[in-house]
């Protein structure tokens, strides 16, 4: 069983369009996160949902609308697609708890590459 | 300048080589990340420090608090090691995570 998944795999799209990738993990961690890995293969937080709240919020466009669920789940919506916004976007989760390093170890999924024509 | 470090940038070595990848970082932490990237892109979380030295199979990976560095190393590499190695760090008192910008190891048989 895949522990973090998303979806799509593949994501070619038009500029201005709106579109949505799904995330969803079964370890029953509390805590999900959103990457993006630009073409250099720099990884960036983007943002980071604990218990369904939002506890980071990186500087991205209001564009980027993350929703999540319930815990096991964290989409991320974008509107208005830029060229720019094309890139890999990993989503990942922890047991997330600061007071407990043994938790914190993040998992990923297989990312998202998103192609914006 | 980036708040974390890595080096070298690019490394290709031949099979069987012990190889060593750097992280310096400049921010207080509360732990420290290697993650390995293949090449088609899947991410694996290979160790999680905050003292000391971890250890699996041929991967050993150490932290110095004090210094700011921690190092990567791979005994009798194979060309399946062949990937990015990236260092993240977690900052101390929240979950934020800064990723270096990883080093591309290649090994050739």
């Given at each position: 069983d895949t522990a973090v998944s998303q979806t799509p795999k593949y994501l070619v799209t038009q500029m201005g369009n709106d579109k949505s990738i799904k995330c969803e993990q079964n370890l029953g961690h509390d805590t999900m996160y959103w990457y993006k890995q630009d073409s250099k293969k720099f990884l960036k937080i983007m943002f980071s949902y604990n218990n369904k709240e939002l506890i980071?919020?990186?500087?991205?466009?209001n564009r980027f609308s993350p929703k999540s669920p319930d815990k096991a789940h964290l989409n991320l919506h974008i509107n208005s697609l830029e060229l720019g916004?094309?890139?890999?976007?990993?989503?990942?989760?922890?047991?997330?708890?600061?007071?407990?390093?043994?938790?914190?170890i993040q998992y990923f999924g297989a990312g998202t590459r998103l192609s914006v024509l | 300048k980036n708040e974390v470090e890595q080096s070298p940038q690019n490394l290709t070595a031949q099979e069987g080589e012990f190889i060593t990848i750097n992280c310096s970082y400049s921010v207080g932490i509360s732990a420290l990340h290697w993650l390995q990237q293949h090449p088609g892109g899947g991410i694996v979380s290979l160790f999680m420090l905050s003292s000391g030295?971890?250890?699996?199979?041929?991967?050993?990976?150490?932290?110095?608090?004090?210094?700011?560095?921690?190092?990567?190393?791979?005994?009798?590499?194979?060309?399946?090691?062949?990937?990015?190695?990236?260092?993240?760090?977690?900052?101390?008192?929240?979950?934020?995570?800064?990723?270096?910008?990883?080093?591309?190891?290649?090994?050739?048989?």
């Open positions: 980071i919020n990186e500087t991205v466009p916004d094309s890139a890999v976007y990993f989503c990942a989760s922890s047991q997330g708890s600061v007071t407990s390093l043994a938790k914190n | 030295k971890k250890k699996h199979g041929r991967l050993i990976a150490t932290i110095n608090i004090q210094e700011k560095h921690s190092s990567l190393h791979i005994t009798a590499s194979h060309p399946r090691d062949s990937a990015v190695y990236i260092c993240a760090v977690k900052h101390f008192g929240n979950e934020k995570l800064t990723f270096g910008t990883g080093t591309r190891l290649t090994i050739i048989p």
